[in-house]
């Protein structure tokens, strides 16, 4: 019985191995990958696919529908000259990387001009939950792009395991970030663009850093031809993460008040919460609850004393102090009633 799972461990991570020794039958030679990958980046079709994949991006943010926006990172071919780039970099190949470079370039270019024309055409100006969604990376972003470099470059060098770049696009999600960018340049919201653009570098950095390691790992090229150009990445990606902290820290903060809330409500019987807003600053939190409640009880509920209740209650749960603000929506509930006629005298 032991022995039997002893085997099935060593085979399933058998990856490892791999990873440490290379096993020769397996890897792509590293002149073979170099043709391959320029063939790939200097591909006629890039433009015709990006433009295509931008578009249904584009249409499916504004109409927010997530199968859309999934179906065009499938399609969306701007992994092949970030991993070019990465591979370029490790190997020291500055034909590849030139060439990678104003591919991905033209690119992000490409890709923000088709969504701006594409939102100005159709005349669209209120973003929905799909495109907002995108203008706020945390450290989670991160972590996506750090395991999605790591898939696309094990899948360049091992062809038994490249089926894993359609899922690596459509995990690590290149152009509906780029998307966005042109339609907040179209609605003339700047701070929409910067978010998602900050997205995109976040993707950006971890793909290309962690598929370079990849590849020197898999004894491609040297650590000390790429060691610049990892010190490089290193520090972009420090300077990234910023944003990225600060925005993981508001998310969980923002997270651990809707856990409160949700306790305090099941606790004192309160009523229908329509929104919350949490704002991090420094190490203070400042909440603004909206609430629907019928306004014969609209008194009740803003009395001073339950707003310093709730107030106590949510910075024991979270841990930081809080500022709260309660906006109540008073509504009128009317009942109707209509008797069904008594059937025992023939309606009468």
Same mark, same amino acid.
Not at 120 to 148: K, N, W, Y
């Given at each position: 019985?032991?022995?039997?799972?002893?085997?099935?461990?060593?085979?399933?991570?058998?990856?490892?191995?791999?990873?440490?020794?290379?096993?020769?039958?397996?890897?792509?030679?590293?002149?073979?990958?170099?043709?391959?990958?320029?063939?790939?980046?200097?591909?006629?079709?890039?433009?015709?696919?990006?433009? $295509?994949?931008?578009? &249904?991006?584009?249409?499916? %943010? +504004?109409?927010?529908? !997530?199968?859309? @926006? #999934? /179906?065009?990172? *499938?399609?969306?071919?701007?992994?092949?000259?970030?991993?070019?780039?990465?591979?370029?970099?490790?190997?020291?190949?500055?034909?590849?990387?030139?060439?990678?470079?104003?591919? $991905?370039?033209?690119? &992000?270019?490409?890709?923000? %001009? +088709?969504?701006?024309? !594409?939102?100005? @055409? #159709? /005349?669209?100006? *209120?973003?929905?939950?799909?495109?907002?969604?995108?203008?706020?990376?945390?450290?989670?972003?991160?972590?996506?792009?750090?395991?999605?470099?790591?898939?696309?470059?094990?899948?360049?060098?091992?062809?038994?395991?490249?089926?894993?770049?359609?899922?690596?696009?459509?995990?690590?999600?290149?152009?509906?970030?780029?998307?966005?960018?042109?339609?907040?340049?179209?609605?003339?919201?700047?701070?929409?663009?910067?978010?998602?653009?900050?997205?995109?570098?976040?993707?950006?950095?971890?793909?290309?850093?962690?598929?370079?390691?990849?590849?020197?790992?898999?004894?491609?090229?040297?650590?000390?031809?790429?060691?610049?150009?990892?010190?490089?990445?290193?520090?972009?990606?420090?300077?990234?993460?910023?944003?990225?902290?600060?925005?993981?820290?508001?998310?969980?903060?923002?997270?651990?008040?809707?856990?409160?809330?949700?306790?305090?409500?099941?606790?004192?019987?309160?009523?229908?919460?329509?929104?919350?807003?949490?704002?991090?600053?420094?190490?203070?939190?400042?909440?603004?609850?909206?609430?629907?409640?019928?306004?014969?009880?609209?008194?009740?509920?803003?009395?001073?004393?339950?707003?310093?209740?709730?107030?106590?209650?949510?910075?024991?749960?979270?841990?930081?102090?809080?500022?709260?603000?309660?906006?109540?929506?008073?509504?009128?509930?009317?009942?109707?009633?209509?008797?069904?006629?008594?059937?025992?005298?023939?309606?009468?």
């Amino acid at each position: 019985m032991f022995s039997k799972i002893r085997f099935f461990l060593q085979k399933e991570w058998k990856l490892l191995s791999l990873l440490r020794t290379g096993s020769q039958e397996e890897k792509v030679s590293e002149h073979k990958l170099s043709k391959n990958l320029i063939r790939e980046v200097l591909a006629h079709n890039f433009s015709i696919l990006l433009i $295509l994949a931008t578009a &249904i991006a584009t249409f499916g %943010l +504004i109409s927010n529908s !997530t199968a859309t @926006i #999934i /179906g065009a990172m *499938i399609i969306a071919p701007l992994m092949i000259p970030i991993i070019s780039f990465a591979y370029a970099l490790v190997i020291l190949n500055f034909r590849l990387l030139s060439y990678s470079f104003a591919r $991905l370039i033209y690119g &992000i270019i490409l890709t923000i %001009l +088709i969504a701006f024309i !594409t939102t100005e @055409i #159709i /005349g669209f100006r *209120i973003p929905g939950s799909e495109i907002l969604g995108r203008v706020e990376p945390t450290l989670l972003d991160l972590g996506v792009a750090v395991a999605a470099g790591v898939a696309g470059g094990f899948a360049k060098v091992r062809p038994s395991v490249s089926d894993a770049i359609p899922g690596v696009a459509i995990a690590v999600a290149l152009v509906p970030p780029l998307c966005v960018v042109g339609i907040g340049l179209a609605v003339s919201d700047f701070n929409l663009s910067a978010g998602a653009f900050i997205l995109f570098l976040t993707n950006l950095v971890g793909i290309i850093l962690t598929a370079a390691l990849v590849f020197i790992l898999e004894s491609y090229g040297s650590l000390k031809k790429a060691i610049w150009g990892l010190f490089l990445l290193i520090g972009s990606l420090f300077l990234i993460t910023l944003p990225l902290n600060f925005n993981f820290r508001e998310m969980i903060a923002k997270n651990h008040i809707r856990h409160a809330l949700s306790l305090y409500i099941h606790e004192s019987d309160q009523h229908l919460l329509e929104s919350i807003e949490v704002e991090l600053q420094g190490k203070e939190l400042f909440v603004t609850v909206e609430v629907i409640a019928p306004s014969g009880e609209v008194d009740r509920i803003n009395a001073r004393e339950n707003l310093k209740k709730a107030q106590a209650f949510l910075s024991k749960q979270v841990g930081k102090p809080v500022h709260l603000k309660v906006i109540i929506f008073p509504i009128e509930i009317e009942e109707y009633e209509v008797y069904a006629p008594d059937i025992t005298h023939g309606g009468n």
